[in-house]
Protein backbone atom coordinates (compact mmCIF):
# COMPACT_ATOMS: atom_id res chain seq x y z
CA UNK A 1 0.00 0.00 0.00
CA UNK A 2 1.45 3.45 -0.68
CA UNK A 3 0.97 6.59 0.99
CA UNK A 4 -1.65 7.87 -0.81
CA UNK A 5 -3.62 5.11 -0.29
CA UNK A 6 -2.96 5.01 3.47
CA UNK A 7 -3.62 8.67 4.20
CA UNK A 8 -7.59 7.71 2.19
CA UNK A 9 -7.71 4.74 4.11
CA UNK A 10 -7.22 7.37 7.13
CA UNK A 11 -9.64 10.28 6.48
CA UNK A 12 -12.40 7.48 6.29
CA UNK A 13 -11.94 6.37 9.94
CA UNK A 14 -15.05 7.46 12.52
CA UNK A 15 -12.76 9.80 14.16
CA UNK A 16 -12.60 11.82 10.83
CA UNK A 17 -17.02 11.75 10.10
CA UNK A 18 -17.73 14.93 12.08
CA UNK A 19 -15.96 18.04 13.13
CA UNK A 20 -15.90 17.81 16.71
CA UNK A 21 -12.94 19.63 18.05
CA UNK A 22 -15.19 22.86 16.18
CA UNK A 23 -18.05 22.28 17.88
CA UNK A 24 -18.31 23.57 21.56
CA UNK A 25 -21.93 23.04 22.59
CA UNK A 26 -22.66 25.02 25.76
CA UNK A 27 -25.92 22.88 26.91
CA UNK A 28 -24.76 19.43 28.73
CA UNK A 29 -26.55 16.64 29.52
CA UNK A 30 -26.32 13.21 30.47
CA UNK A 31 -28.10 9.87 29.74
CA UNK A 32 -28.63 6.03 31.06
CA UNK A 33 -26.14 4.71 28.52
CA UNK A 34 -22.96 2.84 29.43
CA UNK A 35 -20.78 1.17 27.13
CA UNK A 36 -19.42 -1.96 28.81
CA UNK A 37 -15.88 -3.08 29.26
CA UNK A 38 -17.03 -6.08 26.42
CA UNK A 39 -17.77 -3.74 23.82
CA UNK A 40 -21.31 -4.09 25.08
CA UNK A 41 -23.94 -0.89 24.94
CA UNK A 42 -26.73 -0.50 27.00
CA UNK A 43 -29.16 2.21 26.78
CA UNK A 44 -31.07 2.36 30.16
CA UNK A 45 -30.42 -0.85 30.95
CA UNK A 46 -31.30 -2.62 27.61
CA UNK A 47 -28.57 -3.73 24.92
CA UNK A 48 -28.50 -1.54 22.06
CA UNK A 49 -28.73 -3.60 18.74
CA UNK A 50 -28.74 -1.84 15.97
CA UNK A 51 -24.92 -1.81 14.56
CA UNK A 52 -25.59 1.61 12.58
CA UNK A 53 -26.76 3.34 16.02
CA UNK A 54 -23.49 2.12 17.24
CA UNK A 55 -21.87 3.11 14.93
CA UNK A 56 -23.47 6.63 14.21
CA UNK A 57 -22.55 7.31 18.60
CA UNK A 58 -19.15 5.73 18.10
CA UNK A 59 -18.31 8.96 15.87
CA UNK A 60 -19.70 11.63 17.60
CA UNK A 61 -18.32 10.05 20.98
CA UNK A 62 -15.12 12.26 22.63
CA UNK A 63 -13.08 12.12 25.86
CA UNK A 64 -12.88 15.10 27.77
CA UNK A 65 -10.52 14.56 30.90
CA UNK A 66 -12.11 11.62 32.68
CA UNK A 67 -15.83 12.31 31.04
CA UNK A 68 -17.18 10.72 28.13
CA UNK A 69 -19.86 12.98 25.45
CA UNK A 70 -22.02 12.62 22.42
CA UNK A 71 -21.57 15.66 21.11
CA UNK A 72 -23.48 17.73 18.64
CA UNK A 73 -23.34 21.02 17.68
CA UNK A 74 -25.68 22.21 19.81
CA UNK A 75 -25.52 19.73 22.93
CA UNK A 76 -23.10 17.27 24.35
CA UNK A 77 -24.33 14.46 26.44
CA UNK A 78 -22.09 12.61 29.02
CA UNK A 79 -22.36 8.78 29.28
CA UNK A 80 -20.14 5.98 31.06
CA UNK A 81 -17.36 4.02 29.53
CA UNK A 82 -16.45 1.67 31.97
CA UNK A 83 -12.88 0.25 30.83
CA UNK A 84 -12.85 1.36 26.89
CA UNK A 85 -15.46 2.76 24.57
CA UNK A 86 -13.93 0.42 21.62
CA UNK A 87 -12.42 -3.05 20.89
CA UNK A 88 -9.84 -4.19 18.36
CA UNK A 89 -11.35 -7.63 17.56
CA UNK A 90 -9.04 -8.60 14.47
CA UNK A 91 -5.93 -7.58 12.77
CA UNK A 92 -4.25 -7.96 9.30
CA UNK A 93 -0.63 -7.21 7.86
CA UNK A 94 0.32 -5.80 4.61
CA UNK A 95 3.74 -6.08 3.21
CA UNK A 96 6.80 -7.26 4.50
CA UNK A 97 10.01 -5.44 6.55
CA UNK A 98 10.13 -2.00 6.16
CA UNK A 99 6.67 -2.05 4.17
CA UNK A 100 4.83 -3.66 6.39
CA UNK A 101 1.62 -2.03 7.46
CA UNK A 102 -0.41 -3.74 10.79
CA UNK A 103 -4.08 -2.68 10.51
CA UNK A 104 -6.57 -3.37 13.70
CA UNK A 105 -9.64 -3.77 13.08
CA UNK A 106 -12.28 -2.52 15.79
CA UNK A 107 -15.76 -3.62 16.54
CA UNK A 108 -17.11 -0.24 15.02
CA UNK A 109 -16.07 -1.06 11.34
CA UNK A 110 -12.81 0.94 11.54
CA UNK A 111 -9.43 -0.37 9.92
CA UNK A 112 -6.55 1.84 11.95
CA UNK A 113 -3.17 1.59 10.91
CA UNK A 114 -0.69 0.41 13.47
CA UNK A 115 1.49 3.90 13.22
CA UNK A 116 2.97 7.08 15.22
CA UNK A 117 -0.59 8.56 15.38
CA UNK A 118 -2.56 5.32 16.53
CA UNK A 119 -0.08 3.67 18.51
CA UNK A 120 -0.50 1.01 21.87
CA UNK A 121 -0.33 1.49 24.96
CA UNK A 122 0.40 -0.95 27.44
CA UNK A 123 -0.83 -0.15 30.93
CA UNK A 124 -0.32 -1.24 34.42
CA UNK A 125 1.28 -4.30 35.58
CA UNK A 126 -0.15 -7.11 33.70
CA UNK A 127 0.13 -4.52 30.92
CA UNK A 128 -3.19 -4.48 28.92
CA UNK A 129 -2.81 -3.26 25.53
CA UNK A 130 -4.56 -0.32 24.24
CA UNK A 131 -4.97 1.09 20.72
CA UNK A 132 -4.79 5.09 20.97
CA UNK A 133 -6.90 6.33 18.74
CA UNK A 134 -8.52 10.07 18.20
CA UNK A 135 -9.98 12.94 20.95
CA UNK A 136 -8.98 10.94 23.66
CA UNK A 137 -10.67 8.09 23.13
CA UNK A 138 -9.13 4.33 23.02
CA UNK A 139 -9.35 0.62 22.09
CA UNK A 140 -9.18 -2.63 24.28
CA UNK A 141 -6.92 -5.13 22.49
CA UNK A 142 -8.83 -7.90 22.82
CA UNK A 143 -7.06 -11.47 24.27
CA UNK A 144 -7.13 -13.49 21.15
CA UNK A 145 -6.04 -10.27 18.99
CA UNK A 146 -3.55 -9.69 21.38
CA UNK A 147 -2.29 -13.47 21.15
CA UNK A 148 -2.02 -13.50 17.65
CA UNK A 149 -0.28 -10.49 17.27
CA UNK A 150 2.04 -11.55 19.67
CA UNK A 151 2.83 -14.20 17.04
CA UNK A 152 4.09 -11.76 14.97
CA UNK A 153 6.25 -9.83 17.01
CA UNK A 154 10.10 -10.37 17.08
CA UNK A 155 11.36 -10.51 20.58
CA UNK A 156 14.56 -7.95 21.03
CA UNK A 157 16.50 -8.69 24.12
CA UNK A 158 16.42 -5.37 26.31
CA UNK A 159 19.46 -5.87 28.89
CA UNK A 160 17.80 -8.53 31.46
CA UNK A 161 14.25 -8.31 29.96
CA UNK A 162 12.90 -9.45 26.19
CA UNK A 163 10.55 -6.99 24.55
CA UNK A 164 8.59 -8.04 21.67
CA UNK A 165 8.19 -5.81 19.34
CA UNK A 166 6.10 -5.54 16.02
CA UNK A 167 6.61 -3.31 12.62
CA UNK A 168 4.05 -1.43 11.32
CA UNK A 169 4.96 2.07 8.88
CA UNK A 170 8.69 1.68 9.59
CA UNK A 171 8.22 2.02 13.37
CA UNK A 172 8.55 -0.90 16.01
CA UNK A 173 5.89 -0.95 18.59
CA UNK A 174 5.84 -2.54 21.66
CA UNK A 175 3.53 -5.69 22.60
CA UNK A 176 4.69 -5.97 26.28
CA UNK A 177 8.62 -7.10 28.29
CA UNK A 178 8.96 -9.45 30.26
Known sequence: MDLTQLEQAVT???GN???LDSWQPTQVNTMDMVIKADGQWLHEGDPVTRDKLK???SKILRKEREHYYL???????QIEVVDAPFLVIDFTIEGHGEQ?????LTNIGDK?????????DLRGEAQRPYLRLWRGLD???ERNTYYQLLDCAQEVANGSKTTLMINSQHQQFCLGEF
Open 17 to 19: AYP
Open 55 to 57: VLF
Open 100 to 104: QVVWL
Open 139 to 141: ALI
Open 112 to 120: VPLSLAYDI
Open 12 to 14: QLS
Open 71 to 77: VTPVEKI
